[in-house]
């Protein structure tokens, strides 16, 4: 088995978060009093004191052993390539504002983005077009059914409803302004290592397995193409859309990527503003929507962090104004979404009062 690279750090059944997982585990009461600047909604860390950065390295460490051991779920098989990932595998990473990142576990080992690219791209598309393009042509809707759900399309009139949907995204490739099928791949992939401040590989053996398995895929473009919501080439789309979910990227990636977004469109290691921030309450609320495949709304009720997951293991989760968080582990849940990483993003939100409906 090809393993993806591992690079050096830089100088479900339906899942409802269990309860006895979250309760009990520290005093929040006490947390607040030790870092006051991570606690409260809205409140932005500008610089966070050596206190706040030991008190969320303690958090990362202790969501790494609590949830190291769960059994729970199992590695995505529909794409043979992530059947073979280990299993064992848990990584945990906090970005900060200033450019920290926080993190335990397996956070170097770089594993298949899948859906959470979907995020990034639909990024690039609201910074060429705008949010007003986005909604009309790609839309700001769950479609209350699978990601990949043929139905959704027809039940619809082929409109695919949400641009993090697997229909919704190909549409979203489709829209990247580009004048050839290289010059589509080479956008997306400098748009996505703008975000993470790294070269992000496209690995190869996931491709070629992503390639050999989309056929189903490729008949929803053909179905977005009928309805006149495809704006390019269906099948170079769908091809640019199955590379862009087999980038490989690290836990520490997917957190300064996250924490672009936290940080009002500036990567936080780089300076750069890679989307203006009045279009990133967007992103978060089309995140909201859809963000957790068909548990979003499960995850907002008992969370309230706009999050993206992906196949690959990895899910990411943001505190606009605040931090971003990302967690890897392959075993997911019915719906798709991790079950290691759900439970380390939900509890360490649940210790920092995160939840962006709460007073």
């Known amino acids: ?14 899942f409802a978060i269990p309860r006895r997982r979250l309760l009990g585990f520290g005093t929040v009461g006490l947390l607040a009093a030790a870092m006051p600047s991570l606690v409260g909604i809205g ?15 303690q958090l990362v460490d202790e969501a790494h052993s609590r949830f190291a051991t769960v059994g729970d779920g199992k590695n995505a098989d529909y794409i043979p390539y992530l059947a073979s990932v280990p299993s064992h595998l848990f990584g945990i990473a906090i970005s900060t504002p200033d450019g920290k990142v926080i993190e335990a576990g397996d956070t170097t080992y770089a594993f298949a983005i899948e859906s959470v690219a979907k995020v990034f791209t639909l990024a690039l598309v609201m910074r060429e077009s705008g949010p007003d393009i986005v909604k009309q042509k790609l839309g700001t809707n769950a479609t209350g059914l699978p990601f990949n759900s043929v139905i ?59 390639s050999d398995t989309n056929q189903h895929n490729r008949a929803i473009a053909y179905l977005l193409q009928t309805g006149n ?18 980038i ?6 997917l ?10 469109g500036v990567n936080p290691i780089s300076g750069k503003r890679l989307l203006d921030k009045a ?14 495949y068909d548990t979003s709304g499960t995850w907002q009720y008992d969370v309230g962090l706009p999050a993206k997951s992906g196949v690959g293991g990895g899910i990411m989760a943001v505190s606009p104004g605040n931090w971003s968080i990302a967690a890897f582990s392959p075993p997911l849940d ?24 709460a007073e």
């Open 152 to 210: 959704a399309l027809e039940l619809h009139q082929d409109d695919p409803l949400s641009p993090l949907v697997n229909a919704g995204a190909m549409a979203t490739v489709s829209l990247v302004n580009a004048a050839n099928a290289e010059d589509h791949w080479r956008k997306i992939s400098d748009n996505m290592n703008g975000f993470a401040d790294a070269d992000l590989p496209l690995n190869q053996a996931v491709y070629k397995s992503e």
């Open 248 to 253: 490989g990227i690290t836990t520490r990636d």
């Open 279 to 292: 279009y990133v309450p967007k992103i978060l609320a089309e995140m909201a929507v859809e963000g957790l």
């Open 334 to 357: 019915a719906a798709g979404n991790s079950v290691r990483a759900q439970l380390a993003i939900a509890w360490i939100a649940d210790q920092l009062k995160a939840n962006i409906y």
């Open 1 to 14: 088995m090809e393993k993806y690279p591992t690079r050096s750090k830089p100088d479900s059944a339906t």
């Open 255 to 264: 957190a300064v990527m996250a924490g672009t977004l936290a940080n009002g």
């Open 43 to 57: 409140t932005a860390i500008a610089k966070p004191t050596p206190a706040d950065e030991r008190r969320l390295k």
């Open 229 to 246: 919501h495809m704006y390019s080439d269906a099948m170079e789309a769908c091809d640019i859309y199955t590379r862009e979910c087999s």
